[in-house]
């Protein structure tokens, strides 16, 4: 009986894990540690404050058609030569805000350059 118990008990746990797949080292380096840090669109200031911290530089950028404030935040990148970039590690970031939330963002190469994504 034990031996029938612990037979389905091991056939239930590799059936779970065979699901599991182990990620690409593409995948690993562009997805590091954790989800915890990331800042998304919608992503209000405050929770990118608790995030990142505070801004190195705030840009401010006018309104939109409503009369939204807009600005942009500016990120220093914490190590320049980091092999991965996690959070602000290895680039600067530039974070696009209209009103209190996240409207894009971009990594900065050099100084005015940058790709929006």
């Known amino acids: ?8 008990l ?6 779970g894990c065979a699901e599991i797949q182990t990620p690409t080292p593409k995948y690993a380096l562009t997805h590091p ?3 915890k840090t990331m800042v998304t669109q919608g992503t209000p200031k405050g929770e ?3 995030k990142w911290g505070e801004p190195d530089k705030i ?7 409503m009369g939204i404030k807009k600005e942009a935040w500016i990120y220093e990148a914490w190590f320049q030569n980091a092999p991965l970039d996690y959070r602000h590690f290895s680039r600067k970031k530039k974070i696009y805000f209209t009103g209190d939330y996240v ?8 100084e005015g350059e940058g790709r929006e994504e």
Not at 1 to 8: A, F, Q, V, Y
Not at 103 to 110: P, R
């Open 48 to 50: 990118v404050i608790e």
């Open 1 to 8: 009986m034990k031996k029938i118990l612990l037979s389905i």
């Open 33 to 35: 540690l954790s989800t």
């Open 59 to 65: 840009i401010e950028m006018g309104e939109d058609d």
């Open 103 to 110: 409207t894009g963002f971009e990594d900065i190469e050099d």
């Open 10 to 15: 091991v056939i239930l746990v590799f059936s």
